[in-house]
């Protein structure tokens, strides 16, 4: 017996080392690649911004770009990104063709730079997977390796995103199921989170500080924040349904696709003409006027989120999940308005707590929270992002999630081959229990 449990131990200690090195080898990797991707992205949008009001022309060239380099080199970085590495995990043995680095790169530099409304967390997602799933083919790695490598990439590549190492760690591990943590890869995954942080960190990725005033904790102020929430929660739904809604009015179009690109620039530039140019972009600059306490129109978040499927129908290349902060943050805003609250913190609530309902993260969105705010927001951040996530109920940003477990025990799997299968179970099937 003694014997046995040395030779346990001996292997959990050699599979620690291994993923040591394969973690922290993945957070250079990553972390170097997405950080020089921020930053030349970055540069290009400042430098379009720098050019007369006839660079809004650029949005249509964008869009024909991104939609014939995707269609030529790489049809599998079509899309948002984070969704296609979620099913490659999931149904293809975590294989992502190496192409799909440098044209998610490029398409989404053509997307967003001319002022398109996508965000960078799922190209950058796409990247690190891609990275990592060739890594472990060169290393012959076994397929459970390679998923959990690839995991290690998508959370790599979310610290780069947003700066906060924990959070894109515990994303990594909770995207992927709903109801469920892929704990395993947990370790491995924040090793790469923080290695990757600490190169984006010296390669000078400029990442935003927040300096949100915190109310103390009464409970007044946690009923404002759950009634709040369940606003989050609703505006998940309208937003997750807008954005499919849109996606799939477009695939009925009888034109060819770049057609619709064509099409899809129109709805852009009229928004423009008739809005102005607040609503393009991945929402930062936004995000940051929400946060630093200014008001908003109350149509923001619904501008925000018909342009970004109306981006992606026309062959735009992007995220959903960075436009997705700035319209929860301008809800929070409006929210805020409308019931005399401050505009800032109830900006940051809304900024995690659609995070949580959009994509079924809630833990990853109080993570979030708590580095991008400070740990005094944990308990508000907390309640936020667990009602927002309930009151989303099945709806996600991401349609390949599976659903492992309902979020109610009203519901039963119809069918236990079929993930999506949920159901209301009959009553009295429930009085037996």
């Known amino acids: 017996m003694a014997d046995q449990e040395l030779r346990n131990e001996g292997i959990l200690f050699e599979g620690f080392i291994k993923w040591l090195f394969l973690a922290a080898l993945c957070g250079v990797i990553v972390g170097g690649v997405v950080g020089l991707f921020l930053i030349v992205l970055g540069q290009s949008i400042d430098f379009v911004d720098s050019l007369p009001d006839w660079r809004y022309a650029l949005i249509p060239a964008g869009l024909l770009a991104s939609l014939f380099s995707i269609k030529i080199f790489a049809p599998q970085a079509a899309g948002h990104g984070t969704d296609k590495v979620i099913a490659a995990i999931h149904y293809k043995e975590a294989l992502i063709p190496f192409a799909v680095v440098p044209i998610k790169i490029l398409s989404t530099i053509f997307t967003l730079a001319p002022g398109a409304v996508v965000g960078t967390e799922g190209p950058s997602v796409q990247i690190g997977a891609g990275l990592m799933s060739e890594l472990a083919n060169l290393f012959k790695l076994s397929v459970k390796e390679r998923k959990k490598l690839v995991v290690c990439g998508v959370a790599a590549a979310l610290s780069s995103v947003f700066g906060a190492p924990v959070a894109g760690a515990v994303f990594g591990v909770e995207v992927l199921f709903v109801g469920e943590i892929f704990y395993p890869v947990l370790l491995p995954a924040l090793i790469s989170a923080v290695v990757a942080y600490m190169v984006c960190m010296q390669m000078n990725v400029p990442y935003t500080l927040y300096n949100i005033v915190l109310p103390v904790l009464t409970p007044e102020m946690l009923e404002w924040c759950l ?10 739904i309208l937003h997750i349904r807008l954005v499919d809604g849109v996606l799939q009015y477009f695939k009925k179009l009888p034109f060819p696709d770049w057609g619709k690109s064509l099409i899809s620039a129109a709805v852009i530039l009229s928004v423009v003409f008739f809005f102005g140019s607040f609503p393009l972009g991945m929402g930062e600059k936004g995000l940051n006027k929400v946060l630093s306490g200014e008001s908003s129109v109350w149509y923001a978040f619904l501008l925000k989120s018909f342009l970004l499927g109306v981006t992606l129908s026309g062959g735009g290349s992007g995220g959903v999940l960075t436009p997705t902060f700035y319209i929860g943050a301008a809800t929070g805003g409006v929210f805020a308005q409308i019931f005399g609250l401050d505009i800032a913190f109830f900006g940051a609530l809304g900024f995690v707590g659609c995070v949580a309902g959009s994509v079924n993260t809630p833990i990853a969105a109080v993570f979030l929270a708590v580095e991008l705010f400070g740990a005094s927001m944990a308990p508000f951040a907390g309640v936020v992002c667990i009602v927002s996530y309930m009151i989303s109920g099945a ?24 993930k999506k299968s949920w159901r209301v179970e009959p009553i009295a099937d429930q009085r037996q229990k």
């Open 227 to 236: 009634f709040a929430a369940i606003c989050f929660g609703l505006i998940c």
């Open 395 to 418: 709806h996600s940003l991401y349609p390949t999630q599976i659903l492992v477990r309902p979020k109610s025990d009203d519901f039963v799997l119809a069918d236990p081959h079929d």
